[in-house]
């Protein structure tokens, strides 16, 4: 049996969105590039063969109309913080009978191809951890369990020690967020979707972006 996944990405008013990473470039361009670096990450997921759907969580309405145009769904933030909003998208929205996986929205350099190896790796709750290791990604959970989902600070280590299973791959631009300036270089040097590289090469701050691996 082909599984079919919905996958759930909360995303913050842009206004408050990325706060580390303010400073990259100019302030008021700062919205536009978490918007941009969200439409990339929504468009790389919704070409993934294993999606079925995306819900993008959020109350700004320059995010909701702008994916929506991409083909996501929208669905309100409940309040209560992000983990508040992955629950809310996961487990009451897509529904528990499905299979559903939780992503962060700062994936720019993201590839269909990797995210559909990590999701065929699946077996029970399961998460993969960002490039530092540290943080995490992606958590992913089959029909009848709940996400449970405990980002933060040190989230890598929280969702192990609640009993997800770690999974681990070649898998650079899925596990590659972008928190800081030095992030979005290290982006640019994988490959950035295409609304992330037009955004930084208009403003000066490089000349190419390196091909779609």
Known sequence: MV???TVVIPVKRLGAAKTRLRGAVPADR???????????TVAAVLETPSVAGVVVVTDDPAVAASVRKLGAHVAPDPGGGLNAAMRFG??????????RAVLTGDLPALRPDQL?????????RSFVPDADGTGTVLLAVPPGEP????????SAQAHAGSGAVPLAGDW??????????????????????????????????????????
């Open 3 to 5: 599984r079919k996944w």
């Open 30 to 40: 700062h919205p536009d590039l978490a918007l941009a670096m969200v439409r990339d």
């Open 90 to 99: 996961a487990d009451d929205v897509a529904g528990a009978a499905g299979y």
């Open 116 to 124: 559909d190896e990590a999701l065929s790796r699946v077996a029970g």
């Open 147 to 154: 996400l449970r989902p405990l980002f933060g600070p040190q």
């Open 172 to 213: 650079p631009g899925l596990r590659q967020d972008v928190d800081t300036a030095a992030d979005l270089g290290t982006v640019l040097g994988l490959g950035a979707g295409h609304r992330t590289c037009a955004l930084l090469r208009d403003l000066g701050l490089t000349a190419e972006c390196a091909p779609a691996a």
